[in-house]
């Protein structure tokens, strides 16, 4: 089927469309200052995050890499359990944090490189790992670029941690599919569609890898101290412009529920896609 559709161009389009597709915003900038917010929130994500590191091959001699790393979500419970991780994000501000979490943990086995995946050259800067991850990091706009490097990286295991359908934050209900539109326009509440899945699977599928896909129920919640604390929030990770600040705060005063101790949460079903295969070199799997 190669060919007939030509997903990464696709893919491209509908992300060129869009005025919130990180078009025009500075990404290094925009995740400096999100990283505070988001270490606070990703890392309370520990039995999720426990989850899906339970779902990956990872051995005590192994050099894992993990793309687009954030402030460690992963990395720091993978290192526990490797020999070593490289992890690597374009945002010095997320690092610096991932650093901090490190050192709490009383790590010294993994390394950082602050550098767009797009811009790494392997053999120069980063050699070949046994597995390369990258969860909800692969919003580059050359997606099957991305994902040949991935590939000639990784000696034995990638796994690719996404959504599927549109992602916790989107389109979900009724009320957030309006919300989206209101502040994005006519078309572009469908902005999540480019981080779906199944475009990541047919790109793959048209470089002959035949990946394997596991697609889990979640439940995601994130709490906020207050109104104000979620506004500043919502606003910092979703990019809102400032003139849509008051239809923000509508929005957030109808969905976020008390949850009794006395911060405001945000809650919805999402479905989570792990897309992963296998290299080379010996697998613990059995074959047919
Ligand atoms: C949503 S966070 C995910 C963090 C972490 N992987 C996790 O699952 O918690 C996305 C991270 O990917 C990084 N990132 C996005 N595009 C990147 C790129 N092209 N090169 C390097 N890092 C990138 C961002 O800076 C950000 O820290």
């Given at each position: 089927m190669a060919g007939i559709i030509n997903w990464n161009e696709l893919r491209k389009m509908a992300m060129s469309g869009l005025r919130h597709g990180r078009r025009d915003e500075d990404p290094i900038k925009a995740w400096d200052e999100r990283a505070k917010k988001f270490n606070e929130r990703a890392m309370r994500?520990?039995?999720?995050?426990?989850?899906?590191?339970?779902?990956m091959h990872l051995d005590p001699e192994y050099s894992v890499l993990d793309i687009g790393a954030g402030t460690g979500r992963l990395s720091i419970p993978i290192a526990k359990k490797v020999k070593k991780v490289t992890a690597i994000d374009q945002s010095g501000g997320m690092l610096a944090l991932l650093e901090e979490n490190m050192q709490k943990e009383e790590l010294d086995n993994i390394t950082c490189l602050q550098k767009r995946w797009e811009d790494v050259v392997i053999g120069r800067d980063v050699e070949p790992h046994d597995v390369v991850i990258a969860s909800h990091s692969l919003g580059m706009l050359d997606l099957q670029k991305a994902l040949e490097k991935i590939d000639?990286?990784?000696?034995?295991?990638?796994?690719?941690?996404?959504?599927?359908?549109l992602d916790s934050w989107m389109n979900r209900e009724d009320d957030d599919a309006k919300f989206w539109k209101d502040i994005f326009g006519q078309n572009e509440h469908?902005?999540?569609?480019?981080?779906?899945?199944?475009?990541?699977?047919?790109?793959?599928?048209?470089?002959?890898?035949?990946?394997?896909?596991?697609?889990?129920?979640?439940k995601f919640e994130h709490c906020y101290e207050d109104l104000e604390d979620a506004v500043k929030s919502w606003s910092l990770m979703h990019n809102i412009p400032p003139d849509k600040t008051d239809l923000l705060k509508e929005h957030l005063v109808k969905i976020l529920k008390e949850n009794g101790e006395g911060t405001l949460c945000y809650r919805r079903k999402s479905k989570n896609a792990l897309i992963w295969w296998h290299k080379g070199g010996e697998t613990k799997s059995e074959s047919w």
């Open positions: 994500h520990k039995k999720l995050t426990e989850l899906q590191i339970a779902k000639a990286t990784a000696k034995r295991y990638v796994y690719i941690l996404g959504s599927a359908g469908l902005h999540g569609w480019h981080w779906d899945y199944i475009l990541l699977y047919n790109i793959l599928h048209d470089m002959k890898i035949y990946a394997n896909v596991e697609i889990e129920d979640s």
